[in-house]
């Protein structure tokens, strides 16, 4: 069954969605942005018309059709609503909204109308990541007692003048922009719900309006393990890394390729002795398919199949412990 999809904001993003669902065969009908050049540059590279209004780009889509909304986080929720409100399903990217209590009335609209939504967390499509999650689930090293993630960049200059520092446009900063990655991956491979148990948010190079830069602890519901997350503007060398200690050992995905660097899982084995690790290394391949994977996976959930791809319920939880960081 070829589904016809359509793109709202035509950003790096929007781009990558477009590939990624064109490879799976779905058909391009339509593209909008607020800025009508953009707009019109993105539909000659993908070879679709540019809407000149959300209505206009509803009207291309047939009835329940497929809507990517990469917009600015404060357009992000009052876009799916309009898509789904006309039956659409809606593929939302991350964080999902730029405020807990929007989501949350977009999960409910959802929820009533019948329509399928998720978020787009592509990080949980990562071959390390999917790796890291298989041995957490099968205990390969025991059960987890702690996790500690880092994920940061050195921004670029006038940095602090871009949308993202502005709060009314982006809602927050780093925190909410790589850190709720962060935060999504440590809920997703551990199985577990997490509460916000302490939070450090500075900005003291770039000056914008939101933070830069942010430190939390998060606590399982059981109180079996701790999460410490580090997500920064001011990394300068792009960083990612994500430790997983167990009883027996460690598990680590560190880079995500590209300036993050080659994408490697790596298992510490202590064994029952807790005797010096045997590590195991895995490099991946540097392209990065993780957008291609969670689109198939968006395709699957429409068809009934099982999906492993974020849902508005997890951005939900992603959004509560932001924003109870935001309010200490």
């Given amino acids: 069954m070829t589904r016809n999809f359509a793109i709202v904001g035509c950003g790096l993003i929007g781009r990558k969605r477009a590939s990624a669902f064109t490879k799976l065969g779905c058909n391009l009908i339509g593209a909008y942005d607020l800025n009508p050049d953009v707009s019109v540059r993105f539909g000659t590279t993908f070879g679709c018309p540019s809407a000149s209004s959300l209505d206009h780009l509803s009207d291309m889509l047939d009835e329940g059709g497929l809507v990517v909304v990469a917009t600015t ?3 992000l929720t009052s876009t799916a609503d309009f898509f789904s409100q006309r039956g659409h399903s809606i593929l939302v990217e991350k964080p999902g909204a730029s405020r807990l209590s929007d989501i949350e009335q ?3 609209s959802v929820e009533r109308l ?3 939504a998720s978020v787009g967390f592509n990080h949980r499509f990562h071959p ?3 790796a890291i999650r298989r041995a957490v689930i099968d205990q390969k090293l025991g059960r987890v007692i702690s996790v500690r993630a880092v994920y940061g960049h050195g921004g670029r200059p006038g940095y602090q003048n871009e949308w993202r520092f502005k709060r009314d446009i982006s809602g927050g900063g780093e925190l909410l922009d790589q850190g709720s990655h962060l935060i999504d991956l440590t809920r997703y491979i551990t199985g577990s719900n997490l509460n916000l148990e302490f939070a450090k948010l500075r900005n003291v190079f770039w000056g914008g309006e939101v933070e830069e830069a942010g430190t939390l602890i998060l606590g399982s519901d059981d109180n079996s393990f701790d999460v410490t ?4 503007w001011t990394e300068w060398k792009n960083k990612f890394n994500l430790e997983v200690f167990c009883e027996r050992g460690k598990l680590e995905v560190s880079g995500l390729g590209g300036s993050y660097g080659p ?6 084995d202590m064994g029952e002795t807790i005797g010096p690790p045997e590590i195991t290394s895995v490099e991946f391949q540097p392209q990065d398919l993780s957008w291609d994977l969670e689109c198939g996976d968006f395709i699957s959930r429409l068809e009934g199949s099982d ?3 974020a849902s508005l319920g997890d951005a939900i939880e992603v959004l509560k412990i932001v924003e109870s960081a935001y309010a200490q």
């Avoid at 997350?229 to 920064?232: E, H, K, L, M, T």
């Fill in 73 to 75: 986080h404060n357009a």
């Fill in 106 to 108: 977009l999960n409910a």
């Fill in 114 to 116: 019948g329509v399928t």
């Fill in 128 to 130: 390390g990541i999917i």
């Fill in 229 to 232: 997350i580090s997500a920064s």
């Fill in 263 to 268: 994408e490697t899982y790596r298992e510490y």
């Fill in 307 to 309: 999906s492993v791809g």
